[in-house]
C-alpha cells in the first residue's frame, strides 16, 4: 500500500509537471458565462411551506416558488434560495431567467417513490427509453425550452437516493426507464457549478439538444458498483464546456452522445464544440471520457485535456456498433495520466444494443480523425484493444507521445483500422505503424479543417519521467 501511494502521490506531481508543458486550451463558447449573475429578485423555499427535516414532501413549496418567480422572467429574473437543511421532495421543473442556489449546508433529497417522478416521453432520438420500451421517468430537476439557467451553490448537495431504484433495475422490477438528476431539453445560456451530485438513480447531468452549457465545479458521487450512474452526458448538444469535476461512479466519467440507431439518424441532431479540461475521474464500470455508443446524429470537433482516471475500467473509450450510423470525427485527447486502469485506449466497433430490431445493418458508423496524445499510464492492464468494422475501417487513428507501464505480455489488439503513431511504450500495433518520412495528416484539435503533419516528435519528457517514476516505485 505505502508503494502504490508513493507512486499515485509521484504521478499526480508528474500531472503538475506535464500541464506546464501542453498547456491546455478551454473551449471559448462558455467564455461569457458565469455562476455569478445578479438576480433582482431572489425568495427562499421556506416563504412557500417547504420544511428542511428529510421527512416532510416539498414537491409542492418548489413548484409554487417556481410558479411565483416566473412573474419576474421579464424582470432581471429571479433566484430561489435553499437554506441549509434536508430538502425532500419530487421531480420539478424549472423556469427561465432563473438561478436554483444552494446553501452549503443544503442537500436536495429526491424522493424514494416512484409516483413523485412523473412519467413522460421518450426522447425523439431514442424513440424509447433508454432502459425499457416506452416512456421515462422525469428527471429530478428538469427544464424544457428555456434559456439563462443556472443551478449552482457554495457546494451543496443534490442526493437522488438512487439505491432504490438500482434494487428495481436489479430484480427487474422498474416500469420505465430511470431518471437523471438533471435533465434539461432544448435549453441554453445553461451553468451547472458549485455543486456536489449524488446516487443520481441512472444518469446524472443530462444536457440534450441544448446549446451554450457550462458545467464546472462539481463533485458527483456513487457508489462504484451502481447501475448506469454517468458523471456528464452531454447530448446532441453543442457549445458544451465541463471543467474542474471530480467524478466517482459507477459508469462513465464523461460521455458524449447524440442518438440511437434510426432515431439518432433521422433527429439529425449532432453533439460538436465540446471542451473537456481538468477532470479526475473513478469509475469501476465505465471510462474516464468516452464517446458513444448512441452516436447517430454525429460527434464532432471535441477536445478534452488534463484528464486524470485512477482505479477504473477504461481510461479513453468510442463505443458504436453496424446500425449506429452517424460519425465520430474531430476528437483531441490530449495530457491524461491513468493509475491503476485495465485498458488504456479501447475502440470498440461492435458494442451492440440496439433499440428494437428496425435498425438499418448497413448503417455503418465513419470513425475519422481521433488525436490522442501526451498519455503517460502507472500499472495499467492493456495499453489498447482499437476494433473497427469490416467494411468501415475506422480511420486516422492518431496515438502519439504515450508512455504506458503495462502489465500484459500483449499490449495491443488491433482490427480494421488505420492511423499512425510515435513515439508510443510499448510499442503500438502494426496499423499504426508508420514511416514519420510520410509526413502522416492527424487532427489537432484545432477548427474542423485544421491538420498536422505528424512530423517526428521530440518530446522524450513523457516516457523519461515514466521511468523515473517507475525507479520511484521500486524503491
Excluded at 443544503?106 to 420500451?133: K, M, Q, T
Aim: charged share 15%; with cysteine.
Amino acid at each position: 500500500m505505502r508503494r502504490s501511494a508513493s507512486v499515485f502521490r509521484a504521478l499526480l506531481v508528474f500531472t503538475a509537471i506535464v500541464e506546464t508543458q501542453w498547456p491546455g486550451v478551454s473551449g471559448i463558447y462558455c467564455k461569457d458565462m458565469a455562476s455569478g449573475v445578479y438576480r433582482p429578485h431572489s425568495v427562499t423555499i421556506t416563504e412557500f411551506g417547504a420544511v428542511g427535516d428529510g421527512v416532510a414532501l416539498n414537491t409542492k413549496a418548489f413548484q409554487n416558488a417556481i410558479f411565483y418567480l416566473n412573474s419576474f422572467a421579464d424582470k432581471g429574473g429571479a433566484q430561489l434560495f435553499v437554506p441549509a437543511g434536508r430538502w425532500l421532495t419530487g421531480s420539478f421543473s424549472l423556469i427561465s431567467h432563473l438561478t436554483l442556489s444552494l446553501d452549503k449546508d443544503a442537500v436536495i433529497i429526491g424522493s424514494p417513490d416512484s409516483s413523485n417522478w412523473p412519467v413522460i416521453d421518450p426522447l425523439p432520438s431514442y424513440g424509447r427509453g433508454r432502459e425499457l420500451p416506452g416512456e421515462r421517468h422525469q428527471s429530478l430537476i428538469f427544464g424544457y425550452n428555456l434559456t439563462d439557467v443556472i443551478i449552482t451553490g457554495a457546494n451543496g448537495t443534490i442526493d437522488g437516493q438512487g439505491a432504490v431504484w438500482w434494487d428495481w433495475f436489479h430484480n427487474h422490477t422498474l416500469n420505465y426507464t430511470r431518471p437523471h438528476l438533471v435533465e434539461l431539453m432544448y435549453s441554453t445560456n445553461v451553468v451547472i457549478s458549485n455543486l456536489t451530485f449524488k446516487n443520481s438513480p441512472f444518469w446524472n447531468i443530462h444536457p440534450v439538444y441544448c446549446s451554450q452549457v457550462l458545467v464546472e465545479h462539481l463533485t458527483i458521487l456513487a457508489p462504484l458498483d451502481s447501475p448506469n450512474t454517468d458523471g456528464i452526458n452531454p447530448d446532441s448538444s453543442t457549445n458544451i464546456c465541463i471543467k474542474h469535476c471530480y467524478v466517482r461512479n459507477g459508469d462513465d466519467v464523461i460521455v458524449i452522445k447524440s442518438g440511437w440507431d434510426e432515431y439518432g439518424i433521422s433527429f439529425a441532431h449532432p453533439s460538436s464544440n465540446i471542451s473537456i479540461t481538468n477532470i479526475t475521474g473513478e469509475t469501476r464500470g465505465g471510462a474516464g471520457i468516452a464517446i458513444g455508443s448512441e452516436m447517430s446524429g454525429g460527434i464532432s470537433e471535441v477536445r478534452a485535456e488534463r484528464l486524470r482516471i485512477v482505479n477504473s475500467l477504461h481510461g479513453i473509450r468510442i463505443k458504436t456498433a453496424p446500425g449506429r450510423g452517424g460519425y465520430v470525427r474531430n476528437v483531441y485527447i490530449a495530457d491524461v495520466s491513468m493509475h491503476n486502469v485495465s485498458m488504456a485506449i479501447r475502440i470498440t466497433g461492435n458494442y451492440g444494443e440496439h433499440p428494437d430490431n428496425n435498425y438499418d445493418r448497413n448503417a455503418l458508423p465513419m470513425i475519422s480523425n481521433i488525436t490522442i496524445e501526451n498519455v503517460v499510464g502507472i500499472n495499467v492492464g492493456i495499453a489498447g484493444i482499437l476494433e473497427g468494422i469490416e467494411g468501415d475501417n475506422f480511420s486516422s487513428i492518431c496515438i502519439s507521445n504515450v508512455s504506458l507501464s503495462v502489465q500484459s505480455m500483449h499490449p495491443w489488439n488491433c482490427s480494421l483500422i488505420q492511423g499512425y503513431s510515435n513515439s508510443v511504450i510499448p510499442e503500438s500495433c502494426d496499423q499504426l505503424r508508420t514511416d514519420c518520412g510520410q509526413t502522416p495528416v492527424c487532427y489537432n484539435g484545432g477548427s474542423p479543417s485544421a491538420v498536422r503533419a505528424q512530423a517526428p516528435m521530440h518530446k522524450p519528457s513523457t516516457s523519461s519521467l515514466l521511468n523515473s517514476l517507475l525507479k520511484l516505485s521500486s524503491l
